[in-house]
């Protein structure tokens, strides 16, 4: 299933870079013309930018195919969801840690492997605080261990958004020394053929500047997204420790309350132990 939607997201960009490199060439057309016609859209807009283009296409497929893979991977249901998160509240509520780590085990998402290797730690002979800090320590070494794979995808979206200027600037300045090199040794200056060749070296640079304008943007917002699902099954370990911790020593609790807390209770038992002894005396 998995395999067919990553085709389908494939063919349906493919579909969409082609219609991005044809529409402005055909907008383009229009405006000047017949004579501009005779060459083909795709030498206008691709092959017309010299062998440097090669590097950008491929580039410019890798990162569409990039967000879509990010955001497929990023997906919520593969971290934290929500029905296993309250089921393993609940189970660690009933302080049944077993029976946690056995869902957890089950389980292939992110939180599933946290907490199955989490709660391990969980220390049975300290019922004040279970050995949280133990927990809290697994849960750090985790996630550390966890992060490079998380944000491997993630980071070469900041990779192709930061070469694809520095390409395109390359191909762009390759085509201006060529360009002022024929004008040294022809020593004329034709306007028409100077533009001409600064515009196709120029492509280079309008290429780059795209793909970064689409990887950058995207880069910064997974990453939030990646680190947002992290923090979610952290605090569902953090949740799950305190429902545990609170189960069995909720009682403790309330028996460690300071004298006099009470109040008017305390009072009221005061006044009704000063009647007694009073009646005893009359009585004597």
């Not at 053929?193 to 910064?220: N, Q």
């Amino acid at each position: 299933m998995k395999s067919m939607i990553t085709r389908f997201g494939v063919r349906a960009l493919s579909l969409l870079t082609v219609a991005m490199i044809t529409l402005p060439a055909l907008v383009f057309a229009q405006e000047e013309g017949e004579a501009a016609t005779k060459k083909s859209m795709i030498d206008k807009w691709v092959v017309d930018g010299g062998w440097t283009m090669i590097p950008l296409v491929i580039l410019f497929f890798l990162t569409l195919m990039l967000v879509v893979y990010v955001a497929m991977q990023l997906n919520k249901k593969y971290f934290a969801p929500a029905a296993l998160r309250d089921e393993l509240v609940a189970l660690m509520s009933e302080c049944r840690v077993q029976s946690a780590i056995k869902l957890a085990t089950e389980s292939p998402t992110y939180l599933g492997r946290l907490v199955a290797y989490a709660l391990p730690n969980v220390d049975a002979n300290r019922p004040e605080d279970l050995g949280k800090d133990a927990v809290s320590d697994a849960v750090t070494d985790f996630t550390a261990n966890e992060r490079p794979n998380l944000m491997r995808f993630v980071d070469l979206l900041a990779l192709a958004g930061s070469t694809a200027p520095t390409i395109g600037l390359f191909g762009t300045i390759q085509g201006m020394v060529e360009a002022f090199g024929v004008l040294a040794e022809t020593g004329q200056a034709d306007p028409t053929t100077l533009a001409g060749s600064i515009s196709v070296a120029l492509l280079t640079t309008f290429w780059g500047l795209i793909i970064s304008l689409i990887a950058l943007p995207v880069f910064y917002f997974q990453k939030k997204i990646a680190q947002s699902r992290e923090a979610d099954c952290v605090n569902a370990v953090e949740d799950m420790m305190n429902a545990a911790i609170n189960t069995l020593n909720g009682e403790a609790m309330l028996a460690r309350i300071p004298e006099g807390f009470g109040g008017d209770d305390e009072e009221e038992g005061a006044d009704e132990e000063e009647y007694e002894e009073e009646e005893y005396e009359e009585e004597a």
